[in-house]
């Protein structure tokens, strides 16, 4: 099906560009005119132009990200003089706080990484019935927890209630059993040992932007410490609008509207939709946004990093963001040979699942 829908794609792009240079010629050398394809290129231009939010300024960028990995030198090391005063460098990323050693997005696991050494974390955000901020990855309570529920269900009573390290292959550490915690106790642990934040927005909800700059403005620290990224570039854009200097990453992978899961080496991930027209139209948006993301959702939103699945990242992908001023972070990189690989070669921040083989953070 994939194949089918990318080749009737490549075939209406090739239609559409070969009228566009038939009618182009035939303007200039026919009717001696200017080409609408000029107006209109013109045109659209000037409204990105407009609607677009410029990202932040370069110091704020390198005050939270730090230096950019890139510019180590060769034996990943930093030159002496960055313009950036700390000489940070964000290498590598806690993924949940790290959650293969501990519960994921748990403040145990956030603790954790902090006495490991990683100088930044991910957690995700979404909302409770009644619109209470909390760090959880799922729609469902269903994989961590083993009860049954959607979070947009559940009030935030009820799920406090819950023990999240219920199924994690550690569980006997946890005696008393983890919890799943408020956005503002996860963000005022992780500000107080001053670790870098990545803030994973779940949510589609509108909502989600108000909480947004409710929260920057209770931490004002955080212009200086996180990053807030989503898959939907809508909600990043409406926060950005509303707060330019937010810094903000989109992240992406292929499928991400059709298929559950995604890896290049293996077969396709179930699908999202089991109604075969539903699952057409997805894949139809995959390809359509897979275009828009490379070339128009980053310049729109003004990010300041794209997170990408590791699988897709190479270095022609790495040196055109950074032709755009955008640095790529990978995820999720779990291997030694992985780490290495994205570390020294790629000079790539990576965000990983565990950091218990982590030398250089």
């Given at each position: 099906?994939?194949?089918?829908?990318?080749?009737?794609?490549n075939?209406?792009?090739?239609?559409?560009?070969?009228?566009?240079?038939?009618?182009?010629?035939?303007?200039?050398?026919?009717?001696?005119?200017?080409?609408?394809?000029?107006?209109?290129s013109?045109?659209?231009?000037?409204?990105l132009?407009?609607?677009?939010?410029p990202?932040?300024?370069?110091?704020?960028?390198?005050?939270?990200?730090?230096?950019?990995p890139l510019?180590?030198?060769?034996?990943?090391?930093?030159?002496?003089?960055h313009?950036?005063?700390?000489q940070?460098?964000?290498?590598?990323?806690?993924?949940?706080?790290?959650?293969?050693?501990?519960?994921?997005?748990?403040?145990?696991?956030?603790?954790n990484?902090?006495?490991?050494?990683?100088?930044?974390?991910e957690?995700?955000?979404?909302?409770?019935k009644?619109?209470?901020?909390?760090?959880?990855?799922?729609?469902?309570?269903d994989?961590?927890?083993?009860?049954?529920?959607?979070?947009?269900?559940?009030?935030?009573?009820?799920?406090?209630?819950?023990?999240?390290?219920?199924?994690h292959?550690?569980?006997?550490?946890?005696i008393?059993?983890?919890?799943?915690?408020?956005?503002?106790?996860?963000?005022?642990i992780?500000?107080s040992?001053?670790?870098?934040?990545?803030?994973?927005?779940?949510?589609?909800?509108?909502?989600?932007?108000?909480?947004?700059?409710?929260?920057?403005?209770?931490?004002?620290?955080?212009?200086?410490?996180?990053?807030?990224?989503?898959?939907?570039?809508?909600?990043?854009?409406?926060?950005?609008?509303?707060?330019?200097?937010?810094?903000?990453?989109?992240?992406?992978?292929?499928?991400?509207?059709?298929?559950?899961?995604?890896?290049?080496?293996d077969?396709?991930?179930?699908?999202i939709?089991?109604?075969?027209?539903?699952?057409?139209?997805?894949?139809?948006?995959?390809?359509?946004?897979?275009?828009?993301?490379?070339?128009?959702?980053y310049?729109?939103?003004?990010?300041?990093?794209?997170?990408?699945?590791?699988?897709?990242?190479?270095?022609?992908?790495?040196?055109?963001?950074?032709?755009?001023?955008?640095?790529?972070?990978?995820?999720?990189?779990?291997?030694?040979?992985?780490k290495?690989?994205?570390?020294?070669?790629?000079?790539?921040?990576y965000?990983?699942?565990?950091l218990?083989?982590?030398?250089?953070?």
């Open positions: 099906m994939h194949g089918i829908i990318e080749l009737i794609l075939s209406a792009l090739l239609w559409i560009f070969s009228q566009i240079i038939w009618n182009t010629l035939i303007s200039v050398f026919y009717n001696f005119c200017i080409p609408w394809i000029v107006w209109g013109f045109i659209i231009a000037v409204g132009k407009i609607a677009r939010i990202p932040p300024n370069l110091s704020i960028v390198q005050e939270v990200l730090g230096v950019n510019s180590l030198k060769k034996d990943n090391t930093m030159f002496k003089d313009g950036n005063g700390e940070y460098c964000m290498r590598v990323v806690a993924h949940r706080g790290g959650g293969y050693d501990f519960p994921e997005n748990s403040l145990t696991a956030f603790r990484s902090k006495e490991k050494g990683c100088t930044a974390i957690l995700d955000l979404c909302l409770t009644d619109n209470v901020p909390i760090v959880f990855h799922d729609p469902t309570i994989r961590v927890t083993g009860k049954t529920g959607m979070i947009k269900d559940m009030t935030w009573d009820q799920l406090k209630q819950l023990d999240i390290s219920h199924n292959p550690l569980k006997d550490k946890f008393e059993g983890e919890k799943i915690p408020l956005l503002y106790e996860a963000l005022e992780c500000l040992n001053e670790q870098r934040i990545i803030i994973d927005v779940k949510e589609t909800k509108m909502e989600m932007v108000q909480i947004i700059l409710d929260t920057y403005k209770k931490y004002p620290k955080l212009f200086q410490r996180a990053v807030i990224s989503s898959f939907n570039p809508i909600i990043i854009y409406m926060i950005r609008r509303k707060e330019p200097r937010i810094v903000a990453g989109l992240a992406w992978r292929p499928h991400f509207f059709s298929r559950l899961s995604y890896s290049a080496l077969l396709p991930g179930p699908v939709y089991s109604n075969p027209f539903k699952h057409i139209v997805a894949c139809l948006f995959d390809h359509i946004y897979e275009w828009v993301f490379h070339h128009f959702a310049y729109i939103v003004g990010v300041s990093t794209v997170l990408l699945h590791k699988d897709i990242i190479n270095p022609r992908i790495i040196k055109e963001w950074y032709n755009r001023d955008i640095r790529v972070m990978a995820w999720t990189v779990n291997l030694p040979s992985e290495l690989h994205f570390s020294r070669l790629f000079k790539v921040t965000l990983t699942d565990t218990l083989v982590e030398k250089d953070m």
